[in-house]
Every structure is written in C-alpha cells, then in structure tokens.
C-alpha cells in the first residue's frame, strides 16, 4: 500500500503542475555570442547569429532585439588605418525571411553567387563595391533589413547600438554578421540577440511541441492509472513481463512530463541549461532502449514459452547498451543546446547507427516472433497463440507505419530544405512518440493483469489446449467423461495428462 500511495502523490502531482503551468506560462530564445569567430564563406566573412520561426504580432510582441553585440578586430587590422578615419571597416548585420533569400547577393553574368558586391557586380547591378548586396523584397521594400556598423580610427572594437526589431511577417527569419573587408580576417563576435514569439521564448518550431506535451503526459498518466488499478488488484497473479511494463510506462509519463516542462522552461526564459536538456534526453533514451528490449524478449516467448532468456540473455543485452548510446548521443546532438530551428549536419551521420541498429532489431523481432507462434501451435495453447497473433498484427502495423513515415519524413526535408514548412515540422518528431504509446497501449491490452495472468505464464507442464478441453467436459455428460478419456487412451496419449484430469475433475465435484 506504500507503494501505491507513492505513485499516487506522484500522479497528482504532475498533473497538478501541467494543469497549473497549461494556464499560464510567462512569456523565444536567447542567441549567446562569445568571441564566435567569422569565417571565411567566398569572398565574405560571416557569423550566423541564428535561424527561427516567428509568428507575427500587431502589438509588438514579436521581435528581434540585438544586446550588447562588439565587434573585435585585431590589432594589426586596426593599425593599417589612420588615428583619426570615420570609417576604418565595416561589419554589416543582415536579416532576412527565408522567402527573401534570393534577395541576398548577386551572381554575375550566371557565375558563382556572391554575397559582396565585386567589381563586375556593381556595374551590373548598381551596388556599393565591398558591401552585402540587398535587393528589397516584392512585398515590403524595408526587408532584407542591414545595418551597418563602422570601425572608427584605430579602435580594435565597434559596437551596434541596442536596437529592436518588429515581426509583421510570420516566416522563417536568419540573421548573419557579415564582413566584405578582407583586412578583417580574424575579427569576433560578442553579445545577444533575443528573439520573442507572441507567446514566449520557444521558437516556432519547437513552441507546439509545449502543447503536445501536455497531452501526451496527460495520456501516459490515464494508462498509469488503468495499469496501476490492475496492477494493485491482481497482484498475487503478476508475471515478470508485467513488472517490465509497468516499467516502460513509468518512464514514458516520466520523460513526457520532464519535456513539457523542459520546454516550458525555455520559453520562459529563453535559455536552454545543458544540464535539464541532457537529464531528459537520457531518460527518452532508457525509455526507448527498454521499450524495444521489452518488444524483443515478449517476441522471443519469454515468461511464455520459455522462463528465461537462456543464452541470448548477454546478446540482448549488449544490444540494449550498444542501442542506448547511439540513442543517447543522437539526441544530445539534436536538442542539448539546440535554439535554432535548422537541425545540425551532424545528426544525418548519427542517425545512420541508430537506424541500423533499429533495421537489426526489426529482423530478430520478427524472427523470434516466428519461431514462437510455431511453438505455440505444436503446443496447441489457442490462448496464447490468440495473444502472440494479435501483436504480431499490431508489429507489422507498427513497421508498415514507420515505413511510410520515414518516406514522407525524407519527402518533407528533400522539399524543404530552408524549413519554409517549419510550422508543421513539429509533427515529424511527435509521430513517433504517438506510435510508441499506441503500441504500447496494445501491449497493455494484450498482457493486462488479471485473474487469469499465469495462463499466459511459461509452464514446465505440457501446455495442452485448455480452453478447448474446458469446453470439451462443460458441455459433455459427466456419464460420457469415460467414454471420451478413453478415445483419448486410444489414440495413444500418456496415463499421466487422464491423472491430471481426474485430479482436476474430482476438484469440480
């Protein structure tokens, strides 16, 4: 009863604080600049200060604030030019919408795209040799916006005034620190920008995934419930396999609630502590491994058709470990420090493990799965044959699912490769943890406790068809039991399995 009071007061607390923080949570995300060095891109030098969604607002709550940004040049840029000059380099500030890309540089006579306006181009085009070329937008001819921030004399920095820009735009917004002087190689970056949706500091992509949260908590708590009430009232008849469950559901209602409010920290905020994001992505990655150990071990007959796992015991579990930390270091790529809504190169080649290592799985699953509805049938145990042919449908649903998410998920990043689409690339990611809980829920109903838990469990007994020899003796006269123990006799079953059934019959009468 301890136990369950535990559980209890853990439940209510978390849907307290989701009710509570869903009510209202105060109101995008810091972009942090120390010393960021510029890099050489063609004939530029360039900083990318970050790459978001915003939503637009007509009452200034969506904007752009540059804080406290320098510029630091080095001393032997600064000494090429006279004590007193008005203009000893130039550091532009562009930002643009991703639809105003092409607004951006200029290509002279078809060539190679340039970002500073060349000699050729500004014959061409009519821009300022040595600066970013902008080309106004169809649409609003204040956008792309640039700054300019000029060196003065010999100072080794320059400062940009704390400036904020308004969003009436709704779209993908990327600023760049751009340098089109070759003698300011080597210059750095220092400062903030902060950038603010109507609702808070969660950038666009990210700020939906605050929502479906919530729900998915909220989901993971009602079948904590409904698993936990079974779980308390048949207690006595629990298998192994169910304690595994209960163990699979906790940490899903755990890593769902630590995302919500993970979330709901950084938009609260707008800042992203390595130490919270990194929490959560662990335990996502002990959900995830033990999620499919559990898939694996219920396909290989465990606690079923066999007690133990016997000598694939160290296999799985060097898969489980080698499956944990390919998982873990894809996931800390992907969201431990991540603000921009443009995922890092270095998750395609991360992703290449884990997808093996899943690939892997999906073969030995279905293998085991085989091999264990074989036995199933030699035994003629209809029930759990019943059981391991529902969830073998349910797997191969699960797989033709993923398979054409994978389709569309490569689809929707080959069309959109300057995230235009990012109000709906929230989805990408919320599908799969949609499809581990439905699987999870079939897993629930397949293996609910009950009364009748340990007919499913693994018996040393031969496992006859009970079901079928119940029915058998339910609708035969008690005269006629003889008659049908001896046609078994005949047939040429052992002594031994009459034996059981006397004991069992005596038992009735």
């Known amino acids: 009863m301890a136990a369950s009071t535990s559980v209890s007061e853990y439940l209510i607390v978390v849907v307290s604080l989701l009710a509570i923080s869903a009510v209202r949570s105060a109101v995008a995300s810091i972009h942090t600049y120390h010393r960021d060095p510029f890099r050489e891109v063609g004939s530029s030098y360039l ?21 406290n940004i320098t510029f630091l040049r080095s001393r032997a840029a600064a000494d090429h030019h006279p004590i ?33 306006c060349t000699a050729d181009l500004a014959k061409l085009e009519g821009c300022k040799q040595g600066e970013v070329i902008r080309i ?7 956008w792309p916006i640039v700054l300019n921030v000029h060196f003065s004399g010999r100072h080794m920095a320059t400062h940009l005034k704390n400036t904020k820009i308004q969003i009436t735009k709704t779209g993908m917004y990327n600023l760049f620190f751009i340098s089109c002087d070759p003698e300011l190689k080597g210059m750095t970056l220092s400062g903030r920008t902060v950038w603010k949706n109507p609702d808070g500091y969660l950038p666009g992509r990210m700020a939906p995934l605050m929502k479906f949260y919530v729900i998915m908590s909220l989901a993971y708590v009602l079948l904590c419930v409904i698993w936990f009430v079974q779980y308390v009232r048949f207690s006595d008849d629990v298998l192994h396999l169910q304690h595994w469950i209960t163990i699979v559901i906790a940490l899903g209602l755990f890593e769902t609630s630590l995302w919500y409010f993970e979330y709901a920290h950084f938009n609260n905020t707008g800042t992203r502590p390595v130490g919270i994001t990194t929490w959560v992505v662990t335990i996502g990655a002990i959900r995830k491994t033990l999620s499919r150990l559990l898939i694996l071990c219920v396909s290989m007959g465990y606690g079923v058709v066999r007690p133990t796992l016997g000598g694939f015991t160290a296999k799985v579990m060097l898969l489980g470990f080698t499956y944990f930390l390919a998982s873990e270091l894809l996931n800390i790529t992907e969201y431990v420090g991540t603000i921009n809504d443009i995922s890092g190169r270095a998750r395609v080649f991360l992703v290449l493990p884990e997808a093996l290592l899943d690939a892997f799985l999906i073969l030995w699953i279905f293998t085991s799965l085989s091999k264990t509805l074989e036995q199933l049938q030699v035994k003629r145990s209809s029930v759990k044959l019943d059981i391991y042919r529902k969830f073998s449908n349910a797997l191969a649903v699960t797989v033709i699912a993923s398979v054409a998410w994978i389709g569309y998920e490569v689809y929707f990043k080959a069309t959109d490769p300057f995230n235009e689409r990012w109000q709906r690339g929230w989805i990408i990611s919320a599908f799969w ?50 008659l049908v123990k001896l046609e ?22």
């Not at 007919?455 to 031969?462: L, M, V």
Request: aromatic share 8%.
């Open 47 to 67: 900083v990318s200060g970050g790459s978001e969604g915003i939503v637009a607002s007509t009452n200034a709550t969506s904007f752009i604030q540059f804080q």
């Open 84 to 116: 007193v000059s008005h203009s000893s380099g130039l550091v532009q500030v562009v930002l643009f919408e991703a639809a105003d890309r092409d607004n951006i540089g200029g290509s002279p006579y078809g060539g190679q795209r340039s970002i500073c």
């Open 136 to 142: 106004p937008s169809a649409n609003d001819n204040n």
């Open 433 to 482: 943890d949609i499809l581990a809980l439905l699987l999870l829920c079939v897993i629930c109903y397949l293996w609910a406790p009950s009364q009748s838990s340990q007919r499913y469990a693994y018996s040393e007994k031969g496992d006859e068809d009970e079901e079928e020899a119940q029915t058998l003796f339910s609708a035969t006269p008690k005269g006629d039991i003889n």
């Open 488 to 509: 078994r006799r005949d047939s040429g079953e052992g002594t031994h399995d009459f034996d059981e059934e006397d004991e069992e019959e005596s038992k009735r009468e």
